[in-house]
């Protein structure tokens, strides 16, 4: 049985409020977001096995306030960017690295309001 959730509930995934306080929580959430895509690329590094399933691992913990189809769109993204840092088999990420996770996540999340905008 799929479930699929109305322009509405998705948005209130992304931002449960209103007025003055959406505004203000806006640059905290993207802070977030921001931080947690740099982050990935060292979290998957330091994971055993495939890096795809790492990324879903992953995409899934920090994501988890996200409907599922929108979690599995956010891996499919990144799954070819990440898996690519892992076969490089370096340890060193570099900022060019950094800055195409975050630029992922923050298209991902630009889709995501418009849709339920």
């Known amino acids: 049985m799929t479930h699929s959730r109305s322009g509405r509930e998705r948005r209130d995934c992304f ?15 993207k802070d977030w977001y921001k931080a947690v895509a ?3 690329p060292e979290e998957v590094i330091s994971q055993a096995g495939d890096p795809r399933k790492a990324t879903i691992r992953l995409v899934s913990r920090y994501f988890s306030h996200v409907p599922e189809p929108a979690r599995a769109d956010l891996a499919q993204v990144l799954i070819p960017v990440l898996q690519d840092i892992k076969a490089s088999g370096s340890s060193d990420i570099s900022d ?6 975050e630029a992922l996540v923050e298209s991902w999340v630009r889709r995501q309001t418009d849709l339920a905008g």
């Not at 060019?96 to 996770?101: A, H, I, N, P, S």
């Open 15 to 29: 931002d449960r409020r209103s007025g003055s306080d959406r505004r203000r929580g806006g640059d905290q959430r």
């Open 38 to 40: 740099r982050r990935l």
């Open 96 to 101: 060019k690295q950094r800055d195409q996770c």
